[in-house]
């Protein structure tokens, strides 16, 4: 079973144009206007093995809140559109990331309920050129987009680097994990993963 999507998103204030894969191996063509946001969606993309083509364009004269927060919106939206009714995935994934001094660890369940819990805090506001108070937007965007439930938390760390790539990363690895095919899950394909309701929700 190949699951893969499209989704464009054309708004007054972005631009953005998706293709994913995923069961890839994590090649990726990436191309937003802030070099360090681009370099955490290429981690993302190779840490969890997906195949994304991902191209935005914004309103960065206004600021970054429109792009980064409709990035995650979109990259939710294309994976939703991907796994359809989810039937068969594991649902749930994890994975505690290290980074040289940092550590951070990535929560995810496919439920259909988004709810985001953030604990990520930065030295600086920005990271190469990208405003980290953004990336609480992205993440919630994703939540919505896709419908799931997401738990974020660095533990340590010094460098605001190594923490947004870490979490990235993390990030990349535990939707691996959650989309992923569980055999048993295949097996009784008619049901759908959720504890006793019979439906995500």
Sequence with gaps: MIRKARF?????ETNITAY??????????IETP????????????FHGRFDLNFSAKGDL????HHLVEDCGLVLGRLFGRALGKAKG??????????????????????CGRPYLQYDVKFRRRLCGKLDTDTLPDFFQAFAS?????IVIKTVIGRSDHHKAEATFKA???A??????????????????PSSLKGVID
């Design 145 to 149: 987009g896709v419908m799931g439930n």
């Design 175 to 192: 939707l691996r994990l959650a989309c992923s095919l569980d055999p048993r899950e295949v097996k009784a394909i008619a049901e759908l």
């Design 8 to 12: 464009n998103r054309e708004t007054r």
């Design 34 to 45: 802030i070099g360090f946001f681009t370099h955490l969606l290429e981690s993302f993309a």
């Design 61 to 64: 004269n206004v600021d970054q």
């Design 89 to 110: 995935i594991n649902r749930a994934g994890f994975f505690i990331m290290p980074m040289d001094e940092a550590l951070a660890i990535v929560s995810i369940d496919l």
């Design 20 to 29: 994913l894969k995923i069961e890839g191996s994590g090649q990726h063509r």
């Design 171 to 173: 990030f990349g690895r």
